[in-house]
């Protein structure tokens, strides 16, 4: 819990500039990311009632906030959006941000919920940081309901093998900390970023541990050359 701590705490430092930062290293790139995100789940779910749609590791807002245009673009009705989140400096945005909406302040591996009450739950480029990884995911098997659908949309550990992969490493590690740095003002939270990608797990291995929990994968894309992947699963 520890490095668990120290991860929250350099989320609370760049909380002011997140959205800012978001939008212009993904030059854009990550509000498409997530708007298809979400309207392919909302189309693997079907034309059921959704009572709740949770965003665990929320951050400002950001993917609720589309979720809620795609919720109404496609002409669905949902009763509550609710966002997790251990970082209190991220909370306090997302709520100036959204004020309609319940955010609570909690972990991805001990979600403050009951037993299958989420219709559909996301986490977007958190699973990462998540450092008790498995407990969280089982967390979200348990709090979706039966046929509930789980969406990740993750920068998963490439195997670097042809010319863009290099681009985008290069990129990832020379230029994304710098820029990032220079608008937090926070370089060392940049430079964790390519880090935490290549320590983290293949889609493939992504893919596994979800199986193992029991969740059936419904569908797998890979955005911009690779760089972000969105794994859709069903309980």
């Known amino acids: 819990m520890d490095k668990q701590s120290a991860i929250v705490n350099m989320f609370d430092n760049i909380a002011h500039s997140y959205d800012k930062a978001?939008?212009?290293?993904?030059?854009?790139?990550?509000?498409?990311?997530?708007?298809?995100?979400?309207?392919?789940a909302l189309y693997l779910y079907g034309q059921r009632a959704i009572n709740q749609?949770?965003?665990?590791?929320?951050?400002?807002?950001?993917?609720?906030?589309?979720?809620?245009?795609?919720?109404?673009?496609?002409?669905?009705a949902v009763a509550e959006y609710v966002g997790i989140d251990p970082s209190k400096e991220m909370l306090k945005i997302a709520q100036e941000k959204l004020p309609d909406f319940r955010f609570i302040e909690g972990y991805a591996q001990d979600l403050p919920l009951n037993?299958?009450?989420?219709?559909?739950?996301?986490?977007?480029?958190?699973?990462?940081?998540?450092?008790?990884?498995?407990?969280?995911?089982?967390?979200?098997?348990?709090v979706l309901k039966e046929d509930g659908i789980l969406v990740i949309l993750e920068f998963t550990r490439r195997k670097k093998r042809t010319p863009i992969d290099k681009?985008?490493?290069?990129?990832?590690?020379?230029?994304?900390p710098k820029v990032g740095g220079w608008i937090s003002g926070n370089k060392a939270a940049y430079e964790y970023l390519p880090n935490s990608i290549d320590n983290f797990l293949t889609t493939e291995q992504l893919i596994e541990e979800l199986e193992a929990i029991g969740f059936k994968i419904k569908d797998v894309r890979s955005f911009s050359f690779g760089i972000s992947t969105m794994l859709i699963a069903q309980k």
Do not use: P
Not at 53 to 76: N, P, S
Not at 117 to 142: H, M, P
Not at 169 to 176: A, F, G, R, S
């Open 115 to 142: 037993d299958e009450t989420s219709d559909l739950l996301s986490i977007t480029y958190g699973i990462r940081n998540v450092v008790e990884r498995q407990k969280a995911l089982v967390e979200f098997y348990r």
């Open 53 to 76: 749609i949770t965003d665990v590791a929320c951050g400002t807002g950001d993917m609720l906030r589309y979720w809620q245009k795609e919720v109404e673009h496609g002409g669905y």
């Open 167 to 176: 681009m985008v490493d290069w990129y990832m590690n020379n230029v994304l």
């Open 22 to 40: 978001n939008r212009i290293l993904s030059f854009g790139s990550d509000i498409v990311w997530r708007r298809r995100a979400c309207r392919r």
